[in-house]
């Protein structure tokens, strides 16, 4: 029996890291979970219910009274929700709450594919691979202002742009699990590349893991 392939993909928003985890995970035959839809859930519920955001211990007792196989995705796709999710997602309650869930679905046998911030630093330290996905600022605001265009909104890409700054800003600078490469994390920058390019180099990656 093979050793199961655990594969953690993270990065910034938008870089792109659910398509290309999405690609590996059909590719591999692996299970595949978006982490980020557990923080936007959390923060969306937190919102609705009237909870401080920066309430920690509140947002804490919102996650934990989540039900994590339940999540309606398509509610929870847009940037509110984003911002929703980074707020909450600075709180170790929350943390704290979320890590069972996504550590039960990494232990499949077979492996899996998990992307979001913390993947490779926390929630699977030991995965087999771990990528990090990069791309600039200005190419993942591009990005996100052309999936809007494509879906018939028109939104400005400064203020997409700064709203990709701050989001990074706040991953990046929060004490709980900030965003960060793992130390044993490959990098890929997709600036340049297509979608196919990307999972090219990512499978290039996967294929050369130590087994
Ligand atoms: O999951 P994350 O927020 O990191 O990004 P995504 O939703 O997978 O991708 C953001 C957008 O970038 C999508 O519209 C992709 O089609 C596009 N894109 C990409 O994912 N990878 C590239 N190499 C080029 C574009
Ligand atoms: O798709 P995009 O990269 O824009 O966002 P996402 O992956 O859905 O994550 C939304 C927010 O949840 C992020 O900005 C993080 O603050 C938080 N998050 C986290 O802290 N840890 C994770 N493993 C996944 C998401």
């Known amino acids: 029996i093979a050793a199961p392939l ?3 993909i993270d990065g910034p928003a938008a870089a792109g890291k ?7 995970a059909a590719h591999y035959g692996l299970p595949y979970l978006d ?8 923060g969306r519920l937190a919102d609705e219910q009237g909870v ?9 007792a919102v996650a934990r009274a989540l039900d994590a196989g339940a999540i309606d995705e398509a509610a929870l796709r847009g940037r509110e ?11 170790p309650p929350v943390r704290a709450a979320l890590e069972a869930f996504q550590r039960a679905f990494a232990a499949d046998p077979r492996g899996a594919v998990l992307d979001g911030r913390d993947i490779g630093t926390v929630i699977c330290p030991g995965a087999r691979v771990k990528i990090f996905v990069t791309a600039s600022a200005e190419v993942r605001a591009r ?3 052309d999936e809007l265009a494509a879906k018939g909104r028109t939104v400005e890409y400064e203020r997409i742009l700064a709203e990709v700054r701050e989001r990074d800003a706040r991953d990046a600078g929060r004490a709980a699990a900030p965003l960060k490469p793992a ?5 890929l920058d997709t600036s340049e590349l297509d979608i196919e390019t990307a999972f090219r180099a990512a499978c290039a990656i996967v294929d050369q893991a130590p087994h």
Not at 52 to 60: C, Q, Y
């Open 6 to 8: 655990t594969i953690a």
């Open 35 to 42: 982490t980020g839809l557990l923080y936007r859930a959390v």
């Open 183 to 187: 130390a044993d994390a490959r990098l």
């Open 81 to 91: 929700a984003g911002e929703l999710a980074s707020r909450v997602a600075a709180h």
């Open 52 to 60: 401080d955001l920066d309430d920690a211990e509140a947002a804490g």
């Open 143 to 145: 990005r996100r202002t």
């Open 18 to 24: 659910g398509t290309l985890a999405k690609r590996l």
